[in-house]
């Protein structure tokens, strides 16, 4: 039977915590008879040893701690929470850095330009060559005809839009998943296979294009190559 607990690293040569004193041979486990370490948290380190392993009081004083199935479940829980928070926050920072990329070509005015009377204008030149006073006007001062500018106008306002609607469904995806994300704490083993499972990922492609991505399947840093495999 094996002996649950939690500890901090300690010098490789002194075994003396690495919170107590800075290690001059590098910092390791400490040297437990069968030793298994599981999981991690910050500075903490968690699993098991023998059972034979004695720790008492002069085991805590050096961070070494023997623990209950409840306390590391809850140190387990405590962590996928946090994971939870910060995706949730990078998901809206992946989404403006990816806008940034992709619309990098289009004026800040190009979507309420386009939303506006420009694109209807567009339209119904294009379906009815019901001339617009403005269209006429710009396309003359731009050197070209009346249908190209029509053309443009809606080309690139529906690029916009597509783009603008899958980055926020690719987005709204991801955090959606984020936020059901929970944890089954019937064990300590069922716990680490939850926390093991934020971390799974998932193959996107694009067959036409070629293009193929692994991806966190809840975690927000692969928004970029999602997008890609659209």
Sequence with gaps: MAKQIKWIQVD?????????????????????????????????????????????????????????????????????EEYVREWKESAYTYEKNLRTVQFTDYDNTAYSAGAGYKYDAAVAFLSSATANAGLTTEANARGISVTALANKIKTNHESFITKDAQISGLRGLLYDRIAS?????????????????????????????????????????GLSSRFAAL
């Design 12 to 80: 490789a040569g002194t075994q003396v915590s690495i919170n107590i004193a800075k290690p001059v041979e590098g910092a390791t486990n400490p040297n437990l008879t069968d030793l298994d370490q599981q999981f991690d948290w910050g500075y903490w380190r968690y699993g098991t040893c023998a059972d034979s392993v004695t720790i008492n009081s002069a085991s805590n004083d050096n961070f070494i701690f023997e623990i209950s199935d409840a306390d590391y479940i809850a140190d387990i829980k405590g962590k996928i």
């Design 181 to 221: 994300i929970g944890i089954n704490s019937t064990s300590v083993s069922t716990a680490l296979a939850s926390y093991a499972g934020i971390h799974t990922e998932e193959t996107v492609t694009n067959v036409g294009a070629g293009i193929t991505h692994e991806v966190g399947f809840y975690k927000p840093d």
